[in-house]
């Protein structure tokens, strides 16, 4: 019989069960479910609410459970439907009529949100150290890469000339706003909602205090409807994760890009390619492709979680059972995005030789040559136009910027002499921008410095 089943004169219909069941994905909680029934079974004890023997019992039974679920000794069952019921059942079995009491003055509803908090609190570290792990890759890239000169782009037409150091730091700003919202997330899901029972907390005595101690939460929550069915960290992470993957997808895509003999601007190494069935020549981006791809099914976990939790009443309803598949996937998702895209970045190889190449044409330091009319006192505006018209001379001459001759830049404008040449040197042109933030090699030196001594607090922090 179920361990509600008082009230029903029959069996479920298998249907109902198979429907009903969510222990196919909330089984992965198992070790959040048993370290919080040993905390409130150690609480009732405490209370005086069962006996010290009982309580021993029940710490004993779970850790037992949890060694024998380990070793594949035991396994879960459909008929007991989830997580929490399939532990008390296998409890119950083991140690007798003291399982029964282990659900005394708690819910499936207090108990689950209560899994919920504990498990995203330990995925929270593990992913904050995945994005450590990446931001670290593209320090050690950036430092390795101080002087290689690439072009920048706006609508993907080339802009004016960077490093390939700065371009990385980009992803590493990213990847530090992403980890900020990953501790504001931390914040709201450290709070502890066992002893909200099913809606209306409960009539015996119970020491939250001593519960939220033992699992180590920093608060509690303090509406009982509210702490039931709450899932803003969940909807919170999901957001996280959905604005962490867009930016793994913009990396994703400038990698696909880079990839292409139109660019040649990197080679991926061979064990994160993959090749064609057909054509035996092809080496493709697949991780990189899948990683965008993958950004598009977070973003579909996250409107899941707002769509179920959008219209529905206080305080609990079944509805939010199918918050764990998108919150779950999201995890996933998110994790393994993270573990391919350190390594596949760590092991490319970055031609750059072809990038200092592609610097020289499209005209790349054209605005290097408004600054330097400017600099000599012509307005900017003025400087702008001037070299509008000498950049639409040299491509119908076919030539750049660098080859046309200076009595050719005279015609334009006296005030260019024969410093131009110079000054407009595409390396120059980045190594000039010194501003805090700017591409210039030595602001870029203290930019990876900065962002080493960032991770390594945030790293203490856990």
């Known amino acids: 019989m179920k361990l509600w089943g008082g009230r029903f004169a029959k069996e479920s ?3 109902t069960e198979d429907f009903n069941a969510s222990i196919a994905f909330d089984s992965r909680m198992y070790k959040q479910d048993i370290r919080g029934s040993i905390a409130h079974a150690r609480m009732l004890a ?3 609410i069962i006996s010290a023997a009982e309580k021993d019992l029940m710490v004993k039974g779970l850790q037992e459970i949890q060694q024998e679920l380990e070793s594949g000794q035991i396994e879960f069952t459909v008929a007991a439907e989830d997580i929490h019921m399939n532990i008390e059942t296998l409890l119950t079995a083991k140690i007798g009529a003291a399982g029964k009491k282990l659900h005394t003055a708690r819910s499936r509803n207090d108990q689950v949100a209560l899994d919920m908090r504990m498990y995203m609190k330990d995925v929270i570290i593990e992913v904050r150290k995945l994005i450590f792990d990446l931001q670290e890759t593209l320090l050690k890239l950036a430092n390795d890469h101080l002087q290689t000169i690439m072009p920048g782009y706006t609508h993907l037409q080339k802009a004016q000339p960077i490093t390939l150091a700065h371009h990385l730091l980009a992803y590493f700003e ?5 980890s900020g919202r990953l501790d504001d997330c931390f914040k709201r899901t450290d709070v502890m909602p066992l002893g909200s029972g099913a809606l209306a907390s409960t009539g015996f005595d119970l020491d939250r205090e001593y519960v939220k101690a033992e ?4 608060a509690l929550t303090i509406n009982s409807l509210d702490g039931v069915s709450d899932r803003d960290f969940a909807i919170e992470f999901a957001g996280f994760a959905s604005i962490l993957m867009m930016h793994l997808s913009r990396l994703a895509e400038e990698i696909i890009l ?3 003999q139109e660019f040649s601007f990197i080679e991926l190494d061979d064990a994160f390619a993959t090749g064609s069935s057909i054509m035996p020549q092809k080496k493709n981006p697949d991780l990189a492709e899948l990683i965008r791809g993958k950004t598009g099914r977070v973003y579909g976990d996250l409107i899941t979680l707002l769509t179920i939790m959008k219209s529905l009443p206080l305080a609990y309803n079944k509805d939010m059972q199918e918050d764990k598949e998108a ?5 996933d998702t998110v994790k393994k995005s993270l573990m391919v895209m350190a390594p596949m970045l760590k092991t490319a190889h970055f031609n750059v ?3 200092a190449q592609a610097t020289k044409s499209g005209f790349t330091n054209a605005t290097d040559l408004a600054d330097y009319l400017a600099a000599k006192g012509l307005p900017f505006r003025d400087a702008h136009e001037i070299v509008g018209r000498t950049v639409l001379h040299c491509s119908k001459e076919g030539k750049s910027l660098e080859e046309i001759p200076l009595v050719c830049y005279q015609e ?7 410093d131009i040449y110079e000054f407009i040197a595409v390396k120059n042109c980045a190594a000039r921008r010194k501003v805090t933030g700017g591409p210039a090699p030595e602001t870029v030196k203290a930019a990876i410095k900065a962002g080493q001594a960032w991770i390594r607090s945030g790293r203490e922090e856990f």
Do not use: H, Y
């Open 215 to 218: 699992l180590g939460f920093e």
């Open 327 to 331: 919150l779950f996937d999201a995890v």
């Open 412 to 418: 334009f404008s006296p005030l260019i002499e024969e």
């Open 174 to 178: 990213m990847l530090k706003r992403d």
């Open 13 to 15: 219909d298998q249907l």
């Open 258 to 260: 880079w990839s292409t």
């Open 46 to 48: 405490k209370q005086g």
């Open 353 to 355: 030789d072809n990038m």
